[in-house]
């Protein structure tokens, strides 16, 4: 409705009515006409209100001061990542992911224990008759650790970062001290960093609630350039070339050849096979020596409670990659390199009870070819039976016996026996 052109022609009309003496009739007909004109005033007035409302809902009713709140507080609000867990960081497409657990063990030797580690180390465990005192107790929190992920999405993939850390430094003096785990980059299939060996078949390492785990399998952790090319339909080819050094090997540390390692890994319905390649160098003063290494490792799914797995593997003069390894021998006068030629396998059935508790059975044997100045073991078998608790989420209680035995070429042995209980709280 056009209201101001009603008013005009009210007020014309009134202007008609005052100066026509014609029209000017009576009092009684003005009367009429001014109480026409107050009720159209009405309801202009009224119209009037409503187009206001019509106009400005949020004012009348405040939303308009509310969303501009909320849209200057979401600036500075928490948003969700791209991984789980994670949150973004303000200004960018980061995700950030922080993650870990506070750990505590408490381990009781029945027979003698190990001297040199606070967790099962077979390679060094006491031999009978040799003096030292049966049972001790031990209390640990070392195991802890924590860590960050990020993710960034590119044009042609995510760029994913981690960082991992402990308190576990090997030796009984480094207790307590920060170690780092992991600290890698990938992008495009491509790994950069520190992180466990191409080697490792983690995919088939039992879960024991002893942090070193099962004698014969490898076990390193590697600085490394890796390339994998994943394929569904195929499977997935991995290629790596890794940091030499042995840890803990006899002092060669001069290596000129990086170590490379090939990976084969195939999934099927029924659980997955792998094969990996292994060739490295070790060189001392005198000598230079290469060796390798060949690893198999299989899972086999028994329904949805029960997986059974396993891995074997040979290595040759190489301890960091073969768990309980004598390592190689370096001779002191000319300098020549020995390698120990060494086979490990591990085999573990892991069942699901509930969704609160799970254990695991596993067995691991490795032995040896020969002797070196490191170790002269010649055999090494362990048998573990736990159990792990979950009464509430992200809490987890653990028990576990551990059985183990050395043998050493001269015939002496070495038996451990051990209970280990272990709290952990994740975060």
Do not use: C
């Amino acid at each position: 409705m056009k209201l101001q052109p009603t008013l005009i022609g009210l007020a014309a009309s009134l202007l008609v009515l005052g100066t026509a003496p014609a029209l000017a009739q009576s009092n009684a007909v003005l009367d009429e006409l001014r109480e026409e004109i107050r009720k159209l005033r009405a309801e202009v007035n009224e119209l009037k209100k409503q187009k206001a409302a019509e106009a400005k809902p949020a004012d009348a009713s405040g939303w308009g001061d509310r969303i501009e709140q909320l849209e200057i507080k979401s600036k500075d609000a928490v948003v969700l990542g791209d991984i789980g867990g994670s949150f973004r960081l303000p200004g960018s497409e980061t995700s950030l992911r922080f993650y870990g657990f506070a750990e505590a063990h408490a381990i009781h030797d029945i027979r003698e224990p190990g001297p040199s580690d606070l967790f099962t180390d077979l390679m060094f465990q006491p031999l009978r008759n040799s003096g030292t005192q049966k049972g001790k107790t031990k209390l640990t929190a070392s195991t802890s650790r924590f860590g960050f992920e990020s993710s960034t999405p590119t044009g042609v993939g995510s760029f994913n970062t981690k960082v991992e850390a402990d308190f576990y430094s090997y030796g009984s003096g480094n207790r307590n001290r920060l170690r780092l785990r992991h600290a890698y980059g990938e992008y495009a299939g491509f790994l950069v960093g520190q992180t466990w060996s191409t080697f490792m078949d983690l995919d088939n390492l039992p879960e024991t609630v002893d942090f070193n785990g099962p004698i014969g399998a490898p076990f390193s952790r590697r600085t490394m350039i890796r390339y994998t090319y994943n394929n569904p339909q195929f499977a997935k080819l991995t290629f790596a070339i890794e940091d030499p050094e042995d840890q803990f090997g006899g002092g060669s540390a001069n290596e000129r050849m990086p170590q490379f390692v090939a990976r084969f890994d195939k999934s099927f319905d029924w659980g997955a096979i792998n094969v990996r390649g292994l060739a490295h160098e070790k060189r001392s003063g005198g000598d230079t020596k290469r060796g390798g290494g060949l690893g198999v490792g299989m899972s086999f799914k028994l329904g949805d409670s029960d997986l059974l797995m396993g891995q074997w593997a040979r290595v040759d003069g190489d301890i960091d990659q073969m768990y309980g390894s004598n390592g190689y021998d370096i001779d002191a006068d000319t300098g020549a390199l020995t390698f120990d030629k060494n086979k490990g396998f591990v085999l573990g059935w892991a069942h699901t009870y509930s969704g609160q508790l799970r254990g695991t059975v596993a067995f691991g044997r490795n032995d040896a070819d020969r002797a070196t100045a490191l170790a002269d073991n010649k055999r090494l078998q362990q048998l573990f039976v736990n159990v792990i608790y979950s009464p509430i989420k992200n809490i987890e209680l653990g028990a576990e016996v551990i059985l183990g035995e050395r043998r050493t070429f001269a015939g002496d042995k070495g038996q451990m026996r051990r209970v280990d209980l272990m709290g952990r709280y994740s975060f």
